[in-house]
């Protein structure tokens, strides 16, 4: 059933712009995004939005951001009280990003998407940057506990991001037979492990 669009009283409208961006593109896609169309959902002026975003791009920009720093804070958090192994931190990491990806793929295909593109804001890549930069810092982690094996960080994450990435594409996508999704990510895992051990 769709979410009813909420009224915009006071506040922050920059937060409700946000908030109801993200609705909108969870339910219609980023075609369907338009600063007009909000204001008119949160019933604010049409000149409203732009004061906080001078166009589409730069709405689009702002919620790859939050996107980012979002995903960033749940990886962080999954790593809370969880074990020093690899094999430990990898588990919760795999199933946090998972998690967020298939909660949120309509924002995760935009983040990624944005992320490449050349107008993109500086803040924005750094806060990808920051999101990358935990799997990267578990692999090094990883790999000076000789739990991980040896060769430069940016090779040994790649296969262990893109078949993390490639799991949640499938499962989003409704690719992967139910036989499969059940126990699937925990097959990535032990695969990713495989993979990663030290010769």
């Excluded at 204001?39 to 409203?48: E, F, I, P, Q, T």
């Excluded at 793929?105 to 107008?119: F, G, N, Q, T, V």
Aim: hydrophobic share 45%; no cysteine; glycine share 8%.
């Amino acid at each position: 059933m769709p979410t009813r669009p909420r009224r915009y009283h006071h506040g922050d409208l920059r937060a409700a712009l946000l908030t109801r961006a993200e609705e909108t593109l969870r339910e219609k896609g980023p075609a369907a995004l338009s600063l007009r169309e909000l204001a008119r959902d949160l019933g604010v002026s049409h000149a409203a939005p732009s004061r906080h975003f001078k166009d589409k791009q730069a709405l689009l920009d702002a919620l790859a951001l939050a996107g980012f720093e979002r995903l960033g804070e749940i990886m962080a958090a999954s790593r809370e009280g969880t074990g020093e192994s690899f094999a430990e931190r990898l588990d919760v990491m795999a199933r946090a990003y998972v998690g967020f990806a298939t909660a949120n793929a309509a924002l995760l295909d935009l983040m990624y998407s944005i992320k490449h593109d050349p107008a993109a804001s500086e803040p924005l890549s750094a806060a990808a940057q920051r999101w990358a930069e935990q799997l990267v810092e578990l692999i090094a982690e990883g790999q000076r506990r000789g739990e991980v094996r040896e060769g430069p960080l940016e090779r040994v994450s790649l296969p262990v991001f893109t078949t993390l990435h490639g799991y949640a594409d499938l499962a989003v996508s409704g690719m992967l037979p139910p036989e499969v999704t059940e126990n699937g990510l925990d097959d990535v895992i032990a695969h990713i492990l495989r993979g990663s051990a030290p010769d």
